[in-house]
């Protein structure tokens, strides 16, 4: 077969502007080598763009999310420097209030860079969940402990019912469960309950956490779970890792509010 000059002068012009980023037609209708020469460079141009396409969304999404995180740093930062530069000639009970402000926002914060490396290791498919069988009172045991404190300072309960046997990564499971009880906790009003149920139908086990706030209205649900953005409160990114959690052990959460002051349910589903 007989290939003209200029067939292949041209087609080197058209790859040379493939590789500048211009998107070229390549494809030929036409029998031959030719014909499937050109085909088959026409298609790993076509995934090569795809390729570019995804790491240009990828490093937007990245640019995203650390303005995101540089904006939730620096609100507490900011909030700190300001106690920080008046807390030399305030007055004794002024001083005690803006350490103990300042203790708080520190907490927050390493929470936050804690919860931020959980869902990155989470997003990179470097955890492996194990399972094993647990009862979900011990599971919310697990969940209480690193919440204590919180329970205590706004001097709320828990209220638990009927328990049941699950089969999931203990660990990981009792972060979701925990998130879920500090997003309760920071919804319901000081002195208020948060309820604790679990059970079981055909389809799935679940454990749900109840809180005793205002509850959330069905035009905000849906941001509930995107990072940075679910929550008026805190950072916005418990609720996103609990969610994380359980579809990296094939379950999910369930919300439901009628935001008419009766609270929100959150339910974590194990499905069987």
């Avoid at 998107?23 to 460079?41: A, C, H, P, S």
Wanted: glycine share 6%; aromatic share 6%; hydrophobic share 40%.
């Amino acid at each position: 077969m007989w290939i003209k000059k200029s067939d292949v002068t041209s087609l080197s012009a058209d790859i040379r502007k493939i590789i500048d980023g211009k998107k070229i037609d390549l494809r030929d209708n036409r029998e031959g080598i030719w014909g499937m020469l050109k085909n088959d460079i026409h298609t790993l141009a076509y995934h090569k763009n795809e390729q570019m396409d995804t790491l240009q969304k990828e490093r937007t999404a990245m640019a995203d999310t650390l303005v995101n995180i540089s904006h939730q740093i620096k609100t507490p930062l900011t909030a700190m420097t300001i106690m920080a530069d008046l807390i030399e000639n305030a007055p004794p009970e002024k001083q005690a209030e803006f350490l103990t402000n300042i203790k708080a926002q520190l907490t927050r914060m390493e929470w936050f860079a804690s919860a931020l490396l959980k869902i990155a290791k989470l997003d990179a498919g470097a955890v492996e969940f194990t399972s094993e069988n647990i009862s979900s009172e011990k599971l919310t045991e697990l969940a209480l402990q690193p919440l204590q404190i919180l329970l205590e300072v706004k001097n709320q309960k828990i209220e638990s019912s009927q328990e049941i046997h699950l089969s999931c990564d203990k660990r990981w499971t009792s972060e979701a469960l925990t998130n879920l009880i500090k997003n309760a906790s920071e919804a319901s009003p000081e002195g208020g309950v948060i309820r604790l149920e679990s059970g079981e139908n055909p389809i799935c086990k679940w454990i749900s956490v109840t809180d005793s706030g205002a509850g959330i209205k069905k035009e905000k649900m849906y941001n509930l779970f995107k990072r940075f953005e679910g929550t008026e409160k805190g950072y916005g990114i418990g609720l996103p890792l609990a969610l994380a959690i359980m579809r990296g052990q094939n379950g999910d959460i369930e919300v439901s509010s009628s935001g008419g002051g009766q609270g929100a349910t959150f339910a974590l589903k194990f499905y069987k």
